[in-house]
């Protein structure tokens, strides 16, 4: 084998061998008299099949959707100050969701940024061998970025549909 191609060969081996960590970096506010939102579904932490995979929630702000979120996506969005209602719900045009709705109340202030999560597991309290079925811990709830910047560097950006 020649030179050159050998160094091919082993230059590819090593990329492909070298995998680096998701790196996430919150955005800037592009207007400061609000506030900035991730909320987020992170990966399932349970072994095996993932609870909900392919179902996904409309989140909603205050009644109005802001975009669906998806198994381990996040969406961003800036929204007014004040005490806002966040919710996960199935009963949306936009939705793909059978699950009863989870919700959360925040209050917002202006320039900050928050991290909301939307946790999907199997509730193995409540399991029995082979009953999965309608066996699921789903809740929404903030979490700090010293929390959330593991999780979410994990996902992907879902659409906002602001």
């Given at each position: 084998m020649n030179a050159a191609r050998f160094a091919l060969i082993a230059a590819l081996l090593l990329g492909v061998g070298c995998?680096?960590?998701p790196y996430f970096e919150a955005q800037t506010l592009t207007d400061p008299s609000k506030a900035l939102v991730y909320v987020y579904r992170a990966k399932a932490t349970n072994p095996g099949k993932k609870p909900m995979r392919f179902s996904y929630p409309d989140i909603q702000v205050d009644g109005e959707s802001v975009g669906v979120l998806r198994y381990n996506e996040y969406l961003v969005a800036e929204l007014e100050p004040g005490t806002r209602k966040f919710l996960a719900t199935g009963?949306?045009?936009k939705a793909d969701w059978n699950q009863r709705e989870?919700?959360?109340t925040l209050k917002l202030e202006a320039g900050e940024t928050?991290?909301?999560r939307l946790r999907?597991?199997?509730n193995t309290d409540n399991m029995t061998i082979g009953?999965?079925?309608g066996q699921y811990f789903i809740h929404m709830h903030p979490v700090d970025y010293d929390e959330a910047v593991y999780e979410i560097r994990e996902a992907s950006k879902a659409e906002v549909t602001q």
């Open positions: 995998s680096s960590t009963l949306s045009p989870a919700e959360y928050y991290y909301m999907v597991e199997y009953s999965f079925k």
